[in-house]
């Protein structure tokens, strides 16, 4: 069945780096956009970062930008979201999230999320 | 870039009452405009796409109306299960989620 599962979460400290994994089960990332969308404890949804179906067109929020790099391996399977400078503004729960064009590029498919927590 | 806002933030209902939340944006985004539902500890879940498309599996007590700028979920009969956090997005240009609203 379709699945996104993501992995490495932790505590880092700040200005370190760290990178977090969603691998995809159920269909080819090829056929879809991605998109990592992160929860800071008690808050609301922001949106984070986009990759294409082709792996071509990255967008990333205003607040990342220059930080965050969202990527894909080569087998397809799954997305990345390398992580550089962080700060304690980047503490949350980070989801991946499948975006489908037949959905007005809704957010159709979840992961579980991992948590990041940025902490000397 | 486009901002999302949502009111009111938070709403007190009982089983039965029909809730209405409505989410504005700040310029048009077409039909772009999808809701979530969240509860505690859990991923969001896609409820309505495209405005007004009732996602596959969704209780069909959920509706959504709207288009270019200002937006509303309404949950008919609330039920038990439908307690949660609801937030509107838009896909129109990147992302931009609304802040939430809170349904107790």
């Known amino acids: 069945q379709v699945q996104l599962v993501e992995s490495g979460g932790g505590v880092v400290q700040p200005g370190r780096s760290l990178r977090v994994s969603c691998v995809v089960s159920?269909?080819?990332?090829?056929?879809?956009?991605m998109n990592w969308v992160r929860q800071a404890p008690g808050k609301g949804l922001e949106w984070v970062a986009h990759?294409?179906?082709?792996?071509?067109?990255?967008y990333y929020a205003d607040s990342v930008k220059g930080r965050f790099t969202i990527s894909r391996d080569n087998s397809k399977t799954t997305v990345y979201l390398q992580m550089h400078s962080l700060s304690g503004e980047d503490t949350a729960t980070y989801f991946c999230?499948?975006?489908?064009?037949?959905?007005?590029?809704?957010?159709?498919?979840w992961g579980q999320g991992t948590m990041v927590t940025v902490s000397s | 870039d486009i901002q999302m806002t949502q009111s009111p933030s938070s709403l007190s209902a009982s089983v039965g009452d029909r809730v209405t939340i409505t989410c504005r944006a700040s310029?048009?985004?077409?039909?772009?405009l999808n809701w979530y539902q969240q509860k505690p500890g859990t991923a969001p879940r896609l409820l309505i796409y495209?405005?007004?498309s009732l996602q596959s599996g969704v209780p069909s007590r959920f509706s959504g109306s709207g288009s270019g700028t200002t937006f509303t979920l309404t949950i008919n009969s609330l039920q038990p299960e439908d307690f949660a956090t609801y937030y509107c997005?838009?896909?129109?240009?990147?992302?931009?989620f609304g802040q939430g609203t809170k349904v107790e």
């Open positions: 997005q838009q896909t129109s240009n990147t992302a931009t």
């Open positions: 495209g405005a007004s």
């Open positions: 999230a499948r975006a489908s064009a037949g959905l007005y590029e809704a957010f159709d498919v």
């Open positions: 159920g269909f080819s990332l090829t056929d879809y956009d």
């Open positions: 990759l294409s179906y082709d792996g071509n067109i990255r």
């Open positions: 310029q048009s985004v077409t039909t772009y």
